[in-house]
């Protein structure tokens, strides 16, 4: 039986991580790059891909009892293997580091965000049926930018503003038939951007009203997602002694993200104003005021393809993975973004990501706790999707993870849990940029899964 100190410990280190999310959770953002497209990709995808340089396409985890079942909804397709309950929860905390070099001059920023919110439902697990759900967030916009300059003998202090964000309500159907597994996401995607200048004169003999300009743009659409992944066996090893075998496994995998058409809804004002003693905005004049301009916000297509090797172990407690190594492509056409008809300055992103995961002692036999923990580490470099000084920005990151059991799983229990985290270091950006970005990303999820809505047997 469990003993009451591991359990008390290993809680330890989860609450020492959700306060230190708490006591960072107070910090502002702001991130001048988030001005571009719909504003930064904040990286929607599972902790467990995040760990692992990124793999999304390629990864399943739920035919491994040893690795815990995470929801993989960047790959519908793995929803069909999912053979219990499973609740997951993600949070990130995002420091950066903006560097210019003319002017020399350097801003941080830190702020802590949700990652995602999703449920599994196995449907029928013996035809291979599982059903997902949550939400997400896509981008996040966030930025304040001072400019002061010199206009007709008198100071000028231009402001840029802005807030918002998109997320996505998603849905999703994954079917296994073997070795083939195919799935779908559909739902809604939704957001909001507000965005202002704000002109200020800097004059001690004459009195200027400050003057601002903004717009709101609120949109939504339906979007659809497909995957699929097919694995195979490359090798296999039989024990007749002990009734396990070795096996050397590859799969495939491929998801598409459909471009979308998302209906917008603007409202556009000018407007003169000063600042009361708080420092709230108060208006002096309306200039002009327009509501209810109807457009279109296009999301292009996203595309993902690789494949990943694994070495598992089955025996007569179940089946478990040693070790997995994956490469995968990515691939999204910005150029093709358009808000209200105009392009923004994007390029067309691509990256290469190199994940692995390394299980020491997989079937939890050994008494050590770290030698039952999965640790995972990746690669990901490629070019970025904004283009704000028209030479391209390059983009790589190096990640680390690991996959903690709080309650591991067991042949005669229907319940485990697994604290899922990892780290990213990021840099966007190169020599040949003035402005260049480094950052480092924390994530921490809970992956908690239950034998739910079995027909009993006896009353």
Avoid: C
Avoid at 243 to 254: E, I
């Amino acid at each position: 039986m469990q003993s009451v100190s591991s359990t008390t410990g290993r809680l330890a280190f989860v609450v020492s991580f959700i306060s230190f999310f708490a006591i960072s959770s107070s910090a502002q953002v702001n991130s001048p790059f988030s001005r571009y497209g719909l504003g930064n990709l904040v990286g929607s995808q599972h902790v467990i891909s995040r760990s692992m340089g990124g793999l999304s396409a390629s990864y399943a985890d739920g035919a491994n009892y040893n690795v815990g079942q995470a929801i993989n909804f960047n790959n519908p397709a793995t929803y069909g293997a999912n053979y219990m309950v499973t609740y997951d929860l993600g949070l990130s905390i995002d420091s950066r580091k903006l560097k210019s070099n003319n002017p020399t001059g350097a801003f941080s920023s830190i702020y802590v965000i949700p990652s995602y919110l999703a449920v599994s439902v196995p449907l029928n697990k013996l035809k291979g049926l599982g059903l997902a759900f949550g939400l997400r967030p896509i981008t996040r916009l966030n930025y304040g930018v001072e400019n002061r300059a010199r206009l007709a003998g008198d100071s000028v202090g231009t402001i840029y503003e802005g807030t918002g964000g998109t997320n996505q309500a998603f849905i999703g159907v994954g079917k296994k038939w073997k070795n083939l597994s195919i799935g779908a996401n559909t739902g809604y995607t939704f957001g909001r951007q507000e965005i202002s200048t704000s002109k200020t004169f800097y004059n001690d003999t004459l009195l200027y009203f400050q003057s601002r300009s903004a717009s709101q743009i609120n949109f939504g659409s339906m979007f659809l997602q497909a995957g699929i992944q097919y694995e195979f066996t490359l090798s296999k090893k039989e024990n007749a002694a002990d009734k396990s075998s070795k096996n050397l496994l590859m799969r495939v995998g491929a998801t598409a993200s459909l471009q979308q058409n998302m209906n917008a809804v603007k409202r556009l004002s000018n407007q003169t104003f000063i600042l009361n003693a708080a420092g709230a905005l108060i208006e002096v004049d309306s200039i002009a005021k327009q509501d209810n301009i109807k457009g279109t916000i296009i999301m292009p297509a996203t595309y993902d393809a690789g494949f990943m090797i694994m070495k598992t172990i089955s025996n007569t407690r179940g089946n478990f993975q040693l070790w997995s190594a994956g490469v995968e492509y990515t691939t999204t056409q910005w150029t093709k973004f358009r808000s209200y008809g105009q392009p923004d300055a994007l390029n067309n992103s691509w990256a290469v990501k190199l994940g692995a995961q390394i299980s020491p002692n997989p079937d939890g036999g050994s008494t050590s706790y770290l030698s039952n923990v999965n640790y995972r580490f990746g690669f990901q470099f490629g070019r970025d999707y904004i283009n704000a000084d028209g030479n391209g920005f390059n983009h790589s990151s190096f990640t680390l993870g690991a996959g903690f059991p709080i309650r591991k799983w067991r042949n005669y229990e229907t319940q485990f849990t697994v604290v899922q985290a990892a780290m990213q270091f990021g840099k966007r950006g190169s020599a040949v940029n003035n402005i260049t970005e480094n950052y480092t990303q924390i994530t921490l999820g809970f992956s908690l899964s239950d034998m739910w809505f079995i027909k009993r047997k006896y009353d």
